[in-house]
């Protein structure tokens, strides 16, 4: 350890080059105090995940979820000033979300900040005082085109109205991204770990990325460098916190291979797409739809993981079958899931949601999740059976027949035994 590590740095003190200066040991002089839960974000508090005034910081770790690391990059190969400062002219939401009672709950909301997308505005004094405060939301309006629903329109399901849904088949959407902001205790609470349990095992297992996580006690906030969630909102997102309104509402985790290039071996897209035209319809008729998407990539294991998977299944004595989905994935990443719904109602929880009307989901685990938060969930949409893809026939079949949401038959143990996948060279 540098000798110098050991001495605090004063409050945005420029460092001094060619020295490394340690986060692990207590220095901040300047760094406002963080009280999650707070009912007001004076009592609150901003986060200050800043690089550049390191004694500001109350944080572990810095923004940008896994961006972080690009935006090092941009300043190792000297392509960005390690002291830029975003200019937030002009950046502020389209739509204003909240503030909702459960903003003000340390336990609703334990996965984002709640003000990350006001800090501008709420934080303004702290902004003219010099700290870098910067928003992990931000809200914008879009229009999103998809062949699906042209072909919904096309095929009479849905009607241009020229206001949620145009004649070009356009949907007009309000959209919001949002940025990981872990309270820890919260964290661990959700997960019935400990904290010190909680902040060891993120420490060992990203090979000691963070000393902080146990070096630092006293920092309760953790912005971990990991994906994040993009809201997709049809009709008015004002709507989404009043129960008397219809909300249809998905909570879909990223799919890439589904999602964006229509690969065959699952439902993601179709499920996605399904769940937009059930939106716009719900939008049209007077409610308010929501697509909360997550970068849970392949259950949360990755791609790599997910397409070793997919060979094992396809290669396995007895061909691709249901009764071997989970097992096949149990294999090769040690569990069938990664994706832990334990977080996921936090966003809910911010759009100031308490009933769910339709929600365009079959899992349980999601289910469970959102009901177990409090929120009200009324009829669950499934996926039309014309939309599953022969291919993904097996996913389906092993996911019902595990406890997923149907209103068919759940399959028998000779179904599932049944080889339905398509091989590798077919
Ligand atoms: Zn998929």
Same mark, same amino acid.
């Given at each position: 350890?540098?000798?110098? &590590?050991?001495?605090?740095?004063?409050?945005?003190?420029?460092?001094?080059?060619?020295?490394?200066?340690? /986060?692990?040991? !207590?220095? $901040?002089?300047?760094?406002?105090?963080?009280?999650?839960? &707070?009912?007001?974000?004076?009592?609150?508090?901003?986060?200050?995940? %800043?690089? +550049?005034?390191?004694?500001?910081?109350?944080?572990?770790?810095?923004?940008?979820?896994?961006?972080?690391?690009?935006?090092?990059?941009?300043?190792?190969?000297?392509?960005?000033?390690?002291?830029?400062?975003?200019?937030? /002219?002009?950046?502020?939401?389209?739509?204003?979300?909240?503030?909702?009672?459960?903003? !003000?709950?340390?336990?609703?909301?334990?996965?984002?900040?709640?003000?990350?997308?006001?800090?501008?505005?709420?934080?303004?004094?702290?902004?003219?005082?010099?700290?870098?405060?910067?928003?992990?939301?931000?809200?914008?309006?879009?229009?999103?085109?998809?062949?699906?629903?042209?072909?919904?329109?096309?095929?009479?399901?849905?009607?241009?109205?020229?206001?949620?849904?145009?004649?070009?088949?356009?949907?007009?959407?309000?959209?919001?991204?949002?940025?990981?902001?872990?309270?820890?205790?919260?964290?661990?609470?959700?997960?019935?770990?400990?904290?010190?349990?909680?902040?060891?095992?993120? =420490?060992?297992? /990203?090979?000691?990325?963070?000393?902080?996580?146990?070096?630092?006690?006293?920092?309760?906030? =953790?912005?971990?460098?990991?994906?994040? #969630?993009?809201?997709?909102?049809?009709?008015?997102? $004002?709507?989404? &916190?009043?129960?008397?309104?219809?909300?249809?509402?998905?909570?879909?985790?990223?799919?890439?291979? !589904?999602?964006?290039? $229509?690969?065959?071996?699952?439902?993601?897209?179709?499920?996605?797409?399904?769940?937009?035209?059930?939106?716009?319809?719900?939008? #049209?008729?007077?409610?308010?739809?929501?697509?909360?998407?997550?970068?849970?990539?392949?259950?949360?294991?990755?791609?790599? %993981?997910?397409?070793?998977?997919?060979?094992?299944?396809?290669?396995?004595?007895? $061909?691709?079958?249901?009764?071997?989905?989970?097992?096949?994935?149990?294999?090769?990443?040690?569990?069938?899931?990664?994706?832990? #719904?334990?977080?996921?109602?936090?966003?809910?929880?911010?759009?100031?949601?308490?009933?769910?009307?339709?929600?365009?989901?079959?899992?349980?685990?999601?289910?469970?999740?959102? /009901?177990?938060?409090?929120?009200?969930?009324?009829?669950?949409?499934?996926?039309?059976?014309?939309?599953?893809?022969?291919?993904?026939?097996?996913? +389906?079949?092993?996911?019902?027949?595990?406890?997923?949401?149907?209103?068919?038959?759940?399959?028998?143990?000779?179904?599932?035994?049944?080889?339905?996948?398509?091989?590798?060279?077919?």
């Amino acid at each position: 350890m540098p000798a110098d &590590a050991t001495a605090a740095p004063p409050p945005a003190a420029p460092r001094p080059a060619g020295h490394i200066r340690l /986060t692990s040991h !207590s220095g $901040g002089l300047g760094a406002p105090p963080l009280h999650w839960g &707070a009912a007001t974000p004076a009592e609150r508090g901003p986060v200050v995940g %800043t690089t +550049i005034s390191r004694g500001h910081r109350n944080v572990i770790g810095t923004h940008s979820g896994s961006y972080s690391v690009y935006r090092a990059l941009a300043v190792a190969a000297g392509a960005l000033s390690r002291d830029h400062r975003a200019d937030l /002219t002009d950046t502020s939401p389209t739509d204003r979300i909240g503030p909702h009672p459960q903003w !003000s709950d340390p336990a609703r909301i334990v996965s984002l900040d709640p003000w990350g997308a006001t800090v501008g505005e709420v934080f303004a004094a702290e902004l003219a005082a010099g700290y870098d405060i910067r928003p992990t939301i931000a809200v914008t309006k879009a229009h999103v085109v998809l062949p699906e629903v042209a072909d919904a329109i096309a095929r009479g399901r849905l009607e241009p109205d020229g206001h949620v849904l145009l004649a070009n088949g356009a949907a007009l959407v309000t959209k919001a991204a949002i940025e990981p902001v872990w309270h820890l205790p919260g964290v661990a609470q959700r997960f019935g770990c400990s904290e010190t349990d909680l902040r060891r095992v993120l =420490f060992e297992e /990203t090979g000691g990325m963070y000393p902080e996580l146990v070096t630092r006690s006293d920092l309760e906030v =953790f912005l971990p460098p990991i994906g994040g #969630q993009t809201l997709y909102i049809f009709g008015d997102p $004002g709507d989404l &916190a009043d129960p008397a309104v219809e909300l249809t509402a998905r909570v879909h985790d990223e799919c890439n291979g !589904s999602d964006v290039f $229509g690969s065959d071996i699952c439902t993601c897209r179709p499920y996605l797409t399904h769940a937009i035209e059930e939106c716009v319809r719900g939008a #049209q008729h007077g409610g308010v739809g929501l697509v909360a998407y997550s970068r849970k990539e392949g259950r949360a294991l990755g791609e790599v %993981t997910k397409f070793l998977v997919y060979n094992a299944r396809k290669r396995q004595v007895g $061909g691709d079958t249901a009764d071997q989905y989970f097992a096949r994935t149990e294999c090769v990443a040690g569990v069938q899931d990664m994706r832990f #719904q334990e977080l996921m109602p936090d966003v809910l929880h911010w759009l100031g949601i308490t009933k769910i009307h339709r929600l365009v989901s079959m899992s349980n685990m999601k289910y469970d999740a959102i /009901t177990g938060s409090g929120i009200e969930v009324g009829e669950r949409v499934n996926i039309p059976e014309e939309l599953i893809p022969a291919d993904a026939r097996v996913e +389906i079949d092993a996911k019902t027949a595990a406890g997923y949401f149907t209103p068919g038959p759940v399959p028998d143990a000779e179904e599932l035994a049944k080889a339905k996948g398509r091989g590798l060279e077919a």
